[in-house]
């Protein structure tokens, strides 16, 4: 019997994850949105996918306080799934990936990291299983049920969140262009003061790890100069410091930084360790004054 493969390609919940994503960052670059246009086409009330998609945030993110209830839950959505219309879900996933091919880089595009990527991936394994004849491994398909069963039972707060910002985002769909105009520019405006006290190198790394949030390899190599560039000047301050224990810091901080070079994928974890240097750099130079 052999393993569940899973399809960044034909995983519903991913793709439209990215897609918002790429929306976000669309707006946020002051950009005509491509990925909106998509998410409109093919994720409307019509469509096999927006079906499909309803039972990928279902089994993300509901909740139920026992494990038993969770397995029935599971069961019921496996389910609804099986009378979706395959062939026509088919051809909609097919036209989908053709038309976000001829709008972006498909291979930097999938490459973005998605926080919730093993339970997206879960989902769609078991869903594979009861929409195909196929013998699956039984401990593969069982692994992806025990991931989503305990991002059922133990994620009350998140699933919680997770409804709000739904509600929020419906409601915000609803209102005219005039009153989005308004609410983009409020939304700016307190973004825009949240950040008001970051240096000029932060302000920067945060835009470009935002506008390329789909596009992994722009990013990475904009993430490698920095890093040299901080590593220079972190060393050239410690030259100049005296105090054995800011050394020490400095040093861990350089150590921890250079790694980032290394990674294949920048995540949240080396964009806070970027802007916690220049942070560094910006209270040891005003103490060195």
Do not use: W
């Amino acid at each position: 019997m052999k393993k569940v493969k899973h399809s960044k390609f034909k995983n519903t919940g991913f793709l439209f994850e990215l897609l918002v994503r790429q929306v976000t960052s669309d707006i946020l670059s002051e950009n005509r949105s491509t990925a909106e246009r998509i998410l409109k086409e093919f994720f409307n009330s019509k469509k096999e996918l927006s079906k499909e998609l309803k039972l990928y945030q279902f089994l993300i993110n509901e909740k139920y306080n026992s494990e038993a209830k969770a397995e029935k839950f599971i069961d019921t959505v496996c389910e609804a799934r099986k009378r979706l219309d395959e062939k026509k879900l088919t051809k909609e996933k097919y036209n989908l990936i053709k038309e976000v091919k001829a709008s972006y880089n498909i291979e930097e595009f999938i490459k973005s990291p998605i926080s919730n990527y093993k339970l997206l991936a879960s989902v769609y394994k078991i869903f594979e299983t009861v929409t195909t004849n196929e013998e699956y491994s039984p401990v593969d398909i069982l692994n992806s049920r025990f991931t989503i069963t305990e991002n059922i039972i133990n994620s009350s707060i998140k699933n919680k969140d997770a409804r709000i910002k739904d509600m929020a985002l419906d409601e915000y769909r609803k209102q005219s262009d005039d009153v989005r105009a308004i609410t983009y520019k409020f939304l700016v405006e307190k973004f825009n003061d949240k950040y008001k006290n970051l240096t000029e190198e932060q302000k920067i790394l945060l835009r470009e790890y935002i506008n390329n949030i789909n596009n992994t390899g722009n990013l990475t190599t904009y993430v490698s100069k920095e890093v040299q560039s901080l590593v220079k000047e972190l060393k050239t301050i410690q030259t100049k410091v005296n105090d054995k224990v800011t050394k020490i810091k400095l040093a861990e901080t350089i150590d921890n930084i250079k790694k980032i070079k290394s990674a294949k994928m920048i995540k949240e974890n080396h964009l806070s360790a970027l802007m916690m240097g220049y942070e560094l750099i910006k209270e040891l130079k005003s103490k060195l004054k």
